[in-house]
């Protein structure tokens, strides 16, 4: 397979997913969906009887007139909900009652008579402030920061500047599709979301960590990082492995979906989303930027010894 001939073609491609997701995420869907986690709500945990299901619970609260909520299932044998309320009821109710500590309890008087439950039933309550999800946001950008800067600087210091480069620019190539793709698929961010980008990037630089040492394994001097049918050779070689063990990890994942673990549903989706990603950047990415990298700074060299 001509893959360093075709590079052209698949950085079009990642661009083209790139516009794609992010038009949905902010033309159509007009931003990305909110969570409690990090901007701030209301969570009630419930248990209800069982003849009463997720579709129970949504059509009564919308009757009350509720229109953004989120409900999961988080213990199928007891059958025990989660029912998430945004920022904006968590206000709205504020501002009836004008204290943070009756909220919860007041939404409580609300949804009890609708689903037809006892104060029993009611198992947990949470109210998360706007500045909490704040603090934790900053948390999580810090977290990818820094994620991505020691992973540069291993990969510099096992190899060369031009591998890392290359390594840093398909891990952002990854990080920023998938948040994409997160947008446009209005995947609630959350701490399983998160969990999920930072095990994308984990499967992501250990395949190109692999291709990489193949290309240097076969190098004889640094000229070998422009020749086009090393790098071709060094990638097919790894190429089966490669695709068998994202394929293997993805089988496990798509389970998870299959079996409707909700609490599990956002993390599985965008890590089978993200292991794909990882696969295809670590394949046509990184060793094309390395290979640009490469034929740039020897052109320079030329020109200086000129």
Known sequence: MKILEHRKFFFALSFLFLFTFYGITFFYHRGFAKSITFHGGIRITLKIPAEQNKEYLDNQLKKI??????????????????IEFGPEVREQIKKEVN????????????????LKIQQDNIISREVISASYGSNLFKISVKALFWTLVLISVYI????????????????????????????????????????????????????????FDRIRSKMKDRTDLININLLNSAIMETFSRTIITSFLTAISLIAILISKAESLIDFSIVLVFGIVLGTYSSIFIASPVMYYYERFKLSKIKKTSV
């Open 65 to 82: 007139g509720f229109k953004e909520f989120t409900v999961r299932l988080v213990d199928l044998r007891e059958n025990k909900y989660d």
């Open 99 to 114: 204290d943070d500590k009756k909220i919860a309890e007041e939404l409580e008087k609300k949804i009890i008579p609708a």
């Open 156 to 211: 510099a210091f096992r190899f060369e500047f031009s591998f890392a480069l290359g390594a840093t620019v398909a891990l952002l190539h990854d990080l920023i599709i998938t948040i994409g793709f997160i947008g446009a698929y209005q995947i609630q961010p959350s701490v399983p979301v998160l969990a999920a980008i930072l095990t994308i990037i984990g499967y992501s630089i250990n395949d190109t960590i692999i291709i």
